[in-house]
């Protein structure tokens, strides 16, 4: 019949059409030219997108005819391949500098996921590229949200060895972070399931002639996709031991790849050799590679020289050009002579140009700026330095969840403190500012910009989870136990770790996924010379405020000392409206060992059941500022009425209101107030409210076996401050006693607050040892942990923490899953939480303070904050009366610092 001709016809043209586009996605794959690619897809798009569309619509299923029924191929078997192959031409656009084309198929690839695959199919063929490019982009947050809820899905389909294969990028990209311990956490027990046979041998392949059953056909593809898994495997695992100095057993595995990757593996080994000191064997090894990775653009090197090398087949040329930039590193490394290392950087910079690759060109910029410096050409080695800081900045992300991004910088900070050490040198102020700051508390200034979002006071399921384990945790921590060793016991400490973890884990999931968070992770780069010059100018302007003279007006000068300690030296940088000035101070013996011994009474009163020491540092130990920074640049600090210190590593500890200066406390000279890095002062100057009211909240009692002491001075401490405020600047009912707890607080910080609001807080608060998790604030139901603290927004502009070591600071590493060394110095204090939540100042101390001295100071700050004056100035003078009064004694009270700059 016509119609059965119709039918025959249409089938004919459809599998014609299918031929043709299967043709075509076979030359793209022997040939990989662009132009073959989108024959493919100007053949593959319409024959999924129309034709049969179209085809099943009118047809469905029906046979054009007798004898066997031909159906059409599914269009899903030609759509994964064709979104796969997007990102590998994307790949080879980007290659040959053709970024706008190679975004264009990225983008389009991206649409054609979405309309033809389905959310599996998705996160088996599409979500690993598309991560890879986004983290390459910058977008960390959003690469790592798409591997997580691939890995997730997969897992739910038993979809096991696909799901493998996100973890593995997941891992890489861990690995780019610096995160190794996380990565090597999430490729645990992979090994030996993939190793069912050893990498090359029994594999099935497809012969000539040969009939395959599709039992056969799949068992064949299993094994290939092992095998490629496996690879993969190995060669993410010899980088990771590489990089935490197993070299061992990174050499053990670079030596069982080197059948499948050939002189890839071999120049990992050269660079584990190189890394291990044995530049001669690293020699060695990259001359016998010789012939592979050396062009016409780039001199042969002599030597001897083992058989050549061969390139594995099936690698595309960029994947030889990124190594051909690693190549021409490791020569610049183990060249003998100065200038042909700098040819060998020049070479690897040039080929990096055609191919981007920052973690390599800020690699190639600090070996060129090491070599310029030996040869006292100082101007174009801080000029090298320059590029590879920029680089690294740039590159630089804010971590997701509460990780701090510390590890990512651990590999970097030599080049950083080499750029530093000569910038000092060259008494370049600015450039030392820029590298100071930058190494310290960057992901704090970003969350302090984020503004929050219209609609998302109501809390996720997340958040609600998170409040839920919190309440399981304090029910077994808070409850009415004994302490004493016993199966109860462990029991009960089994449970609080796992609880640990799942909170842990739910505030990076938290940080990750939510929006608020995303402009944290994915900041856009800063202009470095710009952002330092304004960040310094915005030090000295102090814009004044109408109607309120001589107390926050702003006259006078305002200075900030930003700090750097490092090998028995603090570098100091002071900025001021005379300039910005440079220096550094050789620590002598003896005050090396009077930070030593404070920091470790610091962190010893702190446990529960120790007896505090007296913790004044200059007193006791006769350390002044001077013994810390040259005495010219002391000087110029304290020609300003508000001076604001940075200060790093065991620095944040002091005393700093009470360190001794040109012969008397700091606070006798100037308004202190203590910020973690310069970057974050744009968003905290903020003019303070000249009338101020407050929120009151005190905890009183606390249970036995928490072993804390009972705060007696708390009631008079609330009374004091009502009379002071009066009922009509009360913006609610003071919580005490039993409503003093976690709900009640809760709901102050969700509710209250506004312009000109103080939140007071009375209680005591765990600091910040070594898991800031366990950060906290002790009340009347439990503890109100960091966590909880870190995914809220504060509406208090001001925020009084009456409390014990609030601002106490981690020292050294930290944990969380695993162990994370803190490299950048980050701002992870309660003191802190509060400010990127949004207060602006915090009142806090990283020591202990006695109850009658917390009463004492916190009812002089208020009375002078009610009186006019601005939190800082507010600050020192409580300060100054308690000096004048000479009671309590200045020890109980010497922590307490003023968080913010006004």
């Known amino acids: 019949m016509p119609q059965d001709n119709d039918h025959t016809q249409e089938w004919t043209r459809l599998a014609t059409?299918?031929?043709?586009?299967?043709?075509?996605?076979?030359?793209?794959?022997?040939?990989?030219?662009?132009?073959?690619?989108?024959?493919?897809?100007?053949?593959?798009i319409p024959l999924i997108e129309e034709?049969?569309?179209?085809?099943?619509?009118?047809?469905?299923?029906?046979?054009?005819?007798?004898?066997?029924?031909?159906?059409?191929?599914?269009?899903?078997?030609?759509?994964?391949?064709?979104?796969?192959?997007?990102?590998?031409?994307?790949?080879?656009?980007?290659?040959?500098?053709?970024?706008?084309?190679?975004?264009?198929?990225?983008?389009?690839?991206?649409?054609?996921?979405?309309r033809h695959l389905t959310g599996v199919q998705r996160a088996e063929h599409w979500t690993g590229g598309h991560a890879e490019h986004l983290f390459a982009e910058g977008h960390t947050a959003r690469a790592m949200d798409l591997l997580v809820r691939a890995d997730g899905l997969l897992c739910a389909e038993d979809r096991r060895l696909a799901a493998v294969g996100v973890r593995l990028t997941h891992a890489r990209l861990l690995r780019e972070l610096g995160d190794r311990e996380k990565a090597l956490l999430l490729l645990e027990g992979f090994e030996e399931p993939l190793r069912t046979r050893q990498p090359g041998e029994g594999r099935l392949r497809m012969e000539n002639g040969h009939e395959w059953s599709l039992p056969d056909l799949a068992r064949a593809v299993e094994a290939e996709q092992r095998f490629h898994l496996f690879q993969r495997?190995?060669?993410?695992?010899?980088?990771?031991?590489?990089?935490?100095?197993?070299?061992?057993?990174?050499?053990?595995?670079?030596?069982?790849?080197?059948?499948?990757?050939?002189?890839?593996?071999?120049?990992?080994?050269?660079?584990?050799?190189?890394?291990?000191?044995?530049?001669?064997?690293?020699?060695?090894?990259?001359?016998?590679?010789?012939?592979?990775?050396?062009?016409?653009?780039?001199?042969?090197?002599?030597?001897?020289?083992?058989?050549?090398?061969e390139l594995p087949s099936g690698y595309p040329e960029g994947a030889l050009a990124f190594r051909r930039t690693a190549y021409c590193l490791l020569r610049a490394r183990v060249a003998n002579a100065s200038e042909e290392a700098l040819a060998w950087c020049a070479a690897g910079l040039s080929t990096a140009a055609a191919l981007p690759q920052p973690e390599l060109e800020w690699k190639l910029h600090a070996e060129q700026a090491r070599l310029l410096r030996s040869a006292e050409r100082f101007t174009s080695a801080q000029a090298a330095y320059g590029k590879a800081v920029r680089i690294v900045d740039q590159r630089r992300?804010?971590?997701?969840?509460?990780?701090?991004?510390?590890?990512?910088?651990?590999?970097?900070?030599?080049?950083?403190?080499?750029?530093?050490?000569?910038?000092?040198?060259r008494r370049d102020a600015l450039t030392a500012l820029g590298i100071v700051d930058m190494l310290k508390a960057r992901s704090f200034a970003a969350r302090l910009a984020l503004l929050p979002v219209p609609g998302a006071d109501a809390p996720t399921a997340d958040e609600r989870e998170l409040a839920e384990v919190t309440a399981e945790l304090n029910a077994l921590e808070y409850g009415d136990v004994k302490s004493e060793p016993g199966p109860d016991a462990a029991a009960r400490a089994a449970g609080a770790r796992e609880l640990r973890i799942r909170r842990r884990r739910l505030v990076e999931r938290i940080r990750r996924d939510d929006p608020r968070w995303r402009a944290v992770?994915?900041?856009?780069?800063?202009?470095?010379?710009?952002?330092?010059?304004?960040?310094?100018?915005?030090?000295?302007?102090?814009?004044?405020?109408?109607?309120?003279?001589?107390?926050?007006?702003?006259r006078g000068r305002r200075a900030a000392l930003s700090l750097y300690r490092r090998q028995g030296r603090v570098v100091a940088v002071v900025v001021s409206p005379d300039g910005v000035e440079v220096g550094a101070r050789v620590l002598s013996g003896e005050v090396v060992r009077a930070l030593e011994e404070y920091g470790k009474r610091l962190r010893e009163s702190t446990r529960p059941g120790i007896d505090r020491t007296p913790l004044d540092f200059s007193p006791f130990f006769g350390v002044a500022l001077e013994d810390l920074v040259p005495r010219r640049l002391v000087e110029a600090a304290l020609a300003a009425d508000t001076l604001l210190?940075?200060?790093?590593?065991?620095?944040?500890?002091?005393p700093w209101q009470l360190l001794t200066?040109?012969?008397?406390?700091?606070?006798?000279?100037?308004?202190?107030?203590?910020?973690?890095?310069?970057?974050?002062?744009?968003?905290?100057?903020?003019?303070?409210?000249?009338?101020?009211?407050?929120?009151?909240?005190?905890?009183?009692?606390q249970p036995e076996h928490l072993r804390l002491n009972q705060l007696a001075e708390v009631e008079g401490e609330l009374c004091d401050l009502e009379g002071l405020y009066g009922s009509e600047r009360l913006l609610s009912r003071t919580a005490t006693g039993a409503r003093a707890d976690v709900r009640t607080l809760l709901g102050l910080l969700d509710r209250q607050g506004g312009p000109g609001t103080v939140l007071h807080l009375s209680c005591h608060a765990t600091a910040a040892g070594d898991d800031p998790y366990d950060a906290g604030l002790h009340l009347a139901d439990g503890r109100l942990g960091i966590a909880q603290l870190a995914v809220r927004r504060v509406r208090y502009d001001e925020v009084v923490l009456a409390a014990c070591s609030g601002a106490q600071r981690p020292s050294g590493t930290v944990r969380a899953e695993g162990r994370v060394q803190v490299v950048g110095d980050d701002a992870i204090t309660l003191a802190h939480v509060f400010q990127e939540a949004g207060a602006a100042f915090v009142l806090g101390s990283p020591a202990p303070v006695g109850d009658r001295?917390?009463?004492?100071?916190?009812?002089?700050?208020?009375?002078?904050?009610?009186?006019?004056?601005?939190?800082?100035?507010?600050?020192?003078?409580?300060?100054?009366d308690l000096l004048d009064e000479g009671r309590p004694a200045r020890h109980e009270w010497a922590g307490f610092t003023g968080f913010g700059c006004r």
């Open 51 to 114: 034709a049969l569309p179209a085809y099943l619509d009118r047809w469905g299923e029906r046979s054009p005819g007798p004898g066997l029924a031909p159906v059409p191929v599914p269009a899903v078997k030609i759509a994964v391949p064709l979104v796969q192959q997007h990102h590998v031409a994307a790949d080879h656009h980007a290659v040959v500098g053709q970024v706008r084309e190679a975004r264009a198929l990225r983008v389009r690839g991206e649409a054609l996921a979405g």
């Open 521 to 554: 992770t994915e900041g856009a780069p800063v202009d470095f010379e710009e952002a330092v010059g304004a960040v310094a100018e915005r030090v000295w302007r102090l814009p004044g405020v109408p109607g309120v003279p001589g107390v926050l007006d702003g």
């Open 661 to 701: 200066a040109l012969g008397r406390p700091l606070v006798r000279h100037t308004a202190v107030g203590v910020l973690p890095n310069l970057a974050g002062l744009p968003t905290l100057d903020r003019p303070p409210a000249r009338s101020v009211r407050v929120s009151l909240f005190g905890v009183q009692d």
């Open 853 to 880: 001295s917390a009463r004492a100071f916190g009812l002089a700050w208020h009375r002078h904050r009610v009186g006019g004056a601005s939190p800082l100035r507010a600050a020192r003078a409580a300060a100054c």
């Open 233 to 309: 495997l190995l060669d993410l695992k010899a980088g990771l031991f590489g990089d935490t100095e197993r070299y061992a057993e990174a050499e053990r595995l670079y030596r069982e790849l080197r059948p499948g990757m050939g002189p890839f593996a071999d120049l990992q080994l050269a660079s584990l050799a190189w890394r291990r000191g044995d530049a001669g064997a690293a020699g060695e090894l990259l001359d016998a590679l010789a012939p592979v990775f050396e062009d016409s653009g780039v001199s042969k090197a002599s030597g001897p020289s083992e058989e050549p090398a």
């Open 645 to 654: 210190v940075v200060p790093h590593a065991d620095l944040h500890g002091l």
């Open 17 to 44: 059409h299918t031929d043709q586009a299967v043709e075509a996605s076979l030359r793209w794959l022997s040939t990989q030219r662009l132009t073959d690619f989108h024959a493919y897809a100007d053949a593959a």
């Open 397 to 425: 992300r804010v971590s997701t969840g509460l990780r701090w991004d510390n590890s990512y910088l651990a590999e970097r900070l030599p080049v950083l403190h080499e750029a530093l050490d000569l910038a000092v040198e």
